[in-house]
């Protein structure tokens, strides 16, 4: 799906072992898990509510999370502070914030 050299992948490789895409939409999660995957994810886990997500990332501790902003059953930014404040080993992975709303 992209093009990447080698070293970049090389730099972003361990970060992403293990990707949670969080999205209350299952098309969007599913082209975000396409995308992590194409970018060498090993273990792409899918979520489409806070709590779910929260358990994920506990058993996981992934190095990257995608995460939808708004949603029925998913509040993209009180996720992230949550996550921030938590006592998890990844509460300091990045996170790339996601939106469908114009």
Same mark, same amino acid.
Request: net charge neutral; hydrophobic share 55%.
């Given at each position: 799906?992209?093009? %990447?050299? !080698?070293? &970049? *992948?090389?730099? /972003?490789?361990?970060? +992403?072992?293990?990707?949670? #895409? @969080?999205?209350?939409?299952? %098309?969007? !999660?599913? &082209? *975000?898990?396409? /995308?992590?995957?194409? +970018?060498?994810?090993?273990? #792409? @886990? ?48 990045p996170i ?7």
């Open positions: 799906m992209f093009a %990447a050299d !080698a070293r &970049l *992948l090389s730099r /972003i490789e361990p970060v +992403l072992r293990r990707v949670i #895409v @969080a999205d209350p939409n299952q %098309a969007s !999660a599913l &082209l *975000l898990a396409d /995308i992590a995957k194409s +970018l060498g994810a090993r273990d #792409v @886990a899918v979520a489409s509510d806070q709590e779910r997500v929260m358990a994920l990332a506990a058993e996981l501790e992934p190095g990257l999370f995608f995460m939808e902003r708004s949603g029925a059953r998913l509040d993209g930014e009180a996720l992230v502070r949550r996550l921030r404040r938590s006592d998890l080993a990844c509460r300091q992975a790339i914030m996601v939106t469908a709303e114009a």
